[in-house]
Nanobody
Framework: QVQLVESGGGLVQAGGSLRLSCAAS????????MGWFRQVPGKERVFVAA????????YYADSVKGRFTISRDNAKNTVYLQMNSLKPEDTAVYYC?????????????????WGQGTQVTVSS
């Protein structure tokens, strides 16, 4: 079992930055791929970014490429999402996820454990 706790969400003006953190429990964190997804009310949860177990494979949704950066610190059991040049359309609840596999990292089916989410609100 892996438990995930997100933090770092909040209210920011358009053009600003936030860094989300996701702290994972368990000694096997380094063996999991990690992902970030987001969801707005009434819509499906969508992929934002993913990083494989070693950090050597990184993937982004087109909507965040060049603005968001995913990284991980296996010594701290933590994955990060640095979000720059934020836009109002980035407003959502952001979820962290952990997956045992290496496939389908851009889809929810690629993950086995999920955090509770953290709200990000970008004002115009």
């Amino acid at each position: 079992q892996v438990q995930l706790v997100e933090s770092g969400g909040g209210l920011v003006q358009a053009g600003g930055s936030l860094r989300l953190s996701c702290a994972a429990s368990g000694r096997t964190f380094r063996s999991y791929a990690m992902g970030w997804f987001r969801q707005v009310p009434g819509k499906e949860r969508v992929f934002v970014a993913a990083i494989n177990w070693s950090g050597g494979g990184i993937y982004y949704a087109d909507s965040v490429k060049g603005r968001f950066t995913i990284s991980r610190d296996n010594a701290k059991n933590t994955v990060y999402l640095q979000m720059n040049s934020l836009k109002p359309e980035d407003t959502a609840v952001y979820y962290c996820a952990a997956g045992r596999g290496t496939l389908r990292l851009a889809t929810e089916t690629g993950y086995d454990f999920w955090g509770q989410g953290t709200q990000v609100t970008v004002s115009s």
